[in-house]
């Protein structure tokens, strides 16, 4: 049985969804409320390796846009601290089972960690 860690929120749709699509098959499921503990600086450090900064960061998202970085030209150290800052600028939900990892809505992804015994 997978051991699973979201990272997310509970007013979001696709974070709802990780934690259902888990739920149903048995996952042992560790809920990170961002608002509540936000991630440290290595997990994402950790995303940001595996996925590059444009697929972990959430560009349509309303943080984003009312941070007018969509009109701004950042650095990636720079967009990294702006995230650190106001993790609302991330995809979510972030997953981890072991070494594996996902962004976003992700059901092929999800299904590889659920089949972890």
């Known amino acids: 049985m997978a051991n699973v860690q979201i990272f997310g929120v509970k007013n979001s749709q696709s974070t709802r969804a990780a934690e ?3 739920k149903e098959r048995r996952a042992t499921i560790h809920l990170v409320h961002l608002k509540q503990k936000p991630m440290s600086p290595g997990e994402i450090k950790r995303f940001l390796d595996r996925f590059g900064l444009a697929r ?16 701004m030209k950042l650095s990636d150290a720079e967009m ?10 991330l995809r ?3 997953v981890r089972s072991g ?12 299904k590889a960690m659920s ?3």
């Open 115 to 117: 089949s972890i015994p």
């Open 92 to 94: 979510l939900p972030l």
């Open 20 to 22: 259902r699509f888990f």
């Open 99 to 110: 070494n594996l990892l996902s962004v976003g809505q992700d059901a092929e992804g999800w």
């Open 80 to 89: 990294l601290r702006k995230i650190e800052e106001n993790q609302g600028l």
């Open 56 to 71: 972990i960061l959430d560009t349509e998202g309303k943080p984003y846009l009312d941070a007018g970085l969509k009109y």
